[in-house]
């Protein structure tokens, strides 16, 4: 993955994560707003680090545009790797279970 490529995902996945912090149903329940400060340092930190970025807004389409890039991704990879003759699907790693006596 280029390193330009790699930030921008990194970048996505920050307002992935901003967002979901954002909108949790917690500001709701102490009856406060989110805090303003932390979306100012927010949107300075994306739009500095990446002039050209568009911020997505909510936790949902910023979810959409990781999914987009992972979907790319694995294209990407399971093309490569075909053409060197591996086979994609024993190459990924088994879901990691959760649940009790788990430690994840």
Do not use: C, H
Not at 29 to 40: A, E
Not at 65 to 92: N, P, R, W
């Amino acid at each position: 993955m280029q390193s330009t490529n790699l930030t921008s995902y990194l970048l996505f996945g920050f307002q992935r994560y901003y967002y979901y912090k954002k909108e949790d149903p917690i500001w709701a329940q102490i009856n406060r707003t989110f805090p303003y400060g932390t979306t100012l340092m927010f949107e300075d930190i994306i739009l500095n680090l990446d002039v050209d970025m568009k911020l997505y807004g909510s936790y949902e389409k910023a979810s959409e545009k990781i999914a987009k890039m992972e979907k790319v991704l694995k294209e990407k990879l399971q093309k490569e790797m075909k053409s060197k003759g591996v086979d994609f699907s024993q190459v990924l790693l088994p879901n990691i279970p959760e649940g009790p006596g788990t430690f994840v």
